[in-house]
Nanobody, 119 residues
Framework: QLQASGGGLVQPGESLRLSCAAS????????RRWYRQAPGKQRELVAR???????NIEDSVKGRFTMSRDNARNMWYLQMNSLKPEDTAVYYC???????????????WGQGTQVTVSS
């Protein structure tokens, strides 16, 4: 029920915007997140935005990445600027405590979108 998109191959210094779309009769989402997983590494949190709109960006990408949301469309975004080769990873969107109709999901994951930064 989460669909991530927007990944691709870019050169260092370029930008990408990832999108995550939540489908279904979404009633509420407590927190929206972006994670990434580089080859051979553990999945790590990149950014999150809570129900009140408070946004936290991890230090590793702070100043380059921003996160936003569109509540009306049940979408959220990760704007990635000044990309570096070390940003290469599969990026996943995640939602915490999602109410879909009358069902409460503790957590939902998107399928991931590949971001490759290489010259």
């Amino acid at each position: 029920q989460l669909q991530a998109s927007g990944g691709g191959l870019v050169q260092p210094g370029e930008s990408l915007r990832l999108s995550c779309a939540a489908s279904g009769r979404i009633v509420s989402i407590d927190e929206r997140r972006w994670y990434r997983q580089a080859p051979g590494k553990q999945r790590e949190l990149v950014a999150r935005i809570n129900v009140r709109g408070y946004t936290n960006i991890e230090d590793s990408v702070k100043g380059r990445f921003t996160m936003s949301r569109d509540n009306a469309r049940n979408m959220w975004y990760l704007q990635m600027n000044s990309l570096k080769p070390e940003d290469t990873a599969v990026y996943y969107c995640n939602a915490d405590t999602v109410v879909v109709g009358s069902i409460v999901y503790s957590e939902l994951w998107g399928q991931g979108t590949q971001v490759t930064v290489s010259s």
